[in-house]
């Protein structure tokens, strides 16, 4: 099979479409023929040599796929742990730990997702990384609900499009911070105030829009932010980090934070055990599946590329004027 390759650490140029041999299902593993992959921002991170895969990954980036099933490991069909049955030909969506930018890859069956009805199978691609970076924090840990107000950083990424709808489901006030160019976007896929942070403060528009600052708040720039974070927190509030592009040291005022009883979270997907890549796989399905399916979260498409341009792609993703996801197809699929 052909892979998008990282030949050496560097820029978008190192990505080469290269043949590479086919991975095999292990026990509990499916083959899932790729129909396509998306970049996320993480990608990046891995090209340039700064966030290696963890082991046993494929050495390929791509951390989300479509496609169909092409071969069932050793106690799928059985036995795959959960109720949900695949066959051969299954129209999918799966979470990986890397190794989406090829033509196949291997998948613990636990991460596998079905293509959601009404959905097209390259939009269903650019799904699974932020439902369940999304989910996992926003329901799971931070347990969002109706009349709350959230603070989405970011609003403009993949994972901030996808925030923003499943907020507005939640029947929230969802603050989001982007630039300016984006904000039309953002309003219409569901934000009630958007903050330019170039040039306004986060912290007082988020005070002022309930009198009490934010009850989560989804933060994808780490230090840089940590300080201004506590500040808008409403008593009680969560702050959850899932990103450090604002770098990953700050100093916490801990008095701050426990005179609000606040709760400060931080977690990476990539790296959790597989049990728990599946248990969040499970709730995806359970609580996300069905706003897809009824139209209310869409899979927000900036572009699609072929896969073999994934240098491309990345240089696209770098310049951070994209909107949503950057989706990789694979021509022969
Ligand atoms: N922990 C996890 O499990 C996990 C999983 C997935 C992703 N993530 C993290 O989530 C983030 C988003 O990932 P992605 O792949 O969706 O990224 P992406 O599409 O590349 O988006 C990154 C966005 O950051 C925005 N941004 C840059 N500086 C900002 C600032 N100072 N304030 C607010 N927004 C700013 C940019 O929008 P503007 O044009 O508006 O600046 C850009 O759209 C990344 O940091 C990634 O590492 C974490």
Redesign the pocket.
């Given at each position: 099979m052909y892979a998008v390759t990282i030949t050496e650490p560097g820029g978008p140029d190192v990505l080469q479409w290269t043949e590479v041999p086919d991975p095999e299902p292990g026990p509990g593993e499916v083959l899932i023929d790729v129909h396509a992959s998306?970049?996320?921002?993480?990608?990046?991170?891995q090209r340039q040599g700064l966030y290696p895969p963890p082991p046993g990954a494929p050495p390929y980036p791509g951390?989300e796929c479509s496609g169909t099933i092409a071969a069932l490991g050793d106690g799928v069909q059985t036995d795959d742990g959960d109720q949900q049955r695949w066959r051969l030909g299954d129209e999918v969506c799966a979470l990986l730990t890397g190794g989406g930018y090829a033509q196949k890859v291997a998948v613990p069956v636990g991460q596998v997702l079905p293509r959601p009805t009404g959905l097209g199978l390259t939009e269903a691609a650019g799904l699974p990384?932020?439902a369940?970076?999304v989910w996992?924090?926003v329901i799971q840990l931070a347990h969002l609900g109706p009349g709350e107000t959230i603070l989405i950083?970011?609003?403009?990424?993949?994972?901030?499009?996808?925030a923003v709808q499943l907020a507005r489901a939640l029947d929230t006030c969802v603050i989001t911070?982007?630039?300016a160019?984006?904000h039309g976007r953002l309003r219409e896929l569901g934000a009630d105030v958007t903050v330019?942070?170039?040039s306004d403060d986060?912290v007082e528009v988020t005070r002022k829009t309930n009198g009490r600052g934010a009850d989560v708040i989804l933060d994808?720039?780490?230090g840089?932010?940590l300080a201004r974070n506590v500040e808008a927190l409403a008593p009680d509030g969560r702050l959850l980090?899932?990103?450090?592009?604002?770098g990953r040291k700050a100093e916490l005022n801990l008095g701050t934070l426990m005179a609000k009883r606040g709760m400060l979270a931080?977690?990476?997907?990539?790296?959790?055990p597989a049990a728990q890549k599946a248990a969040i796989v499970r709730g995806v399905r359970d609580d996300i599946w069905p706003l897809v399916e009824s139209g209310a979260i869409r899979v927000i498409v900036?572009s699609v590329l072929p896969m073999s341009q994934a240098g491309q792609a990345h240089r696209l993703?770098?310049s951070?004027?994209?909107?949503?996801?950057?989706l990789l197809v694979n021509a022969a699929a």
């Open positions: 998306t970049v996320n921002r993480a990608d990046l991170i951390l990384e932020a369940c970076t996992s924090n950083h970011g609003g403009g990424s993949g994972i901030g499009t996808f911070t982007a630039r160019g984006k330019d942070y170039t986060f994808i720039i780490g840089a932010y980090a899932i990103g450090m592009q604002g931080a977690n990476s997907l990539r790296a959790r900036d993703v770098e951070g004027d994209h909107l949503g996801k950057v």
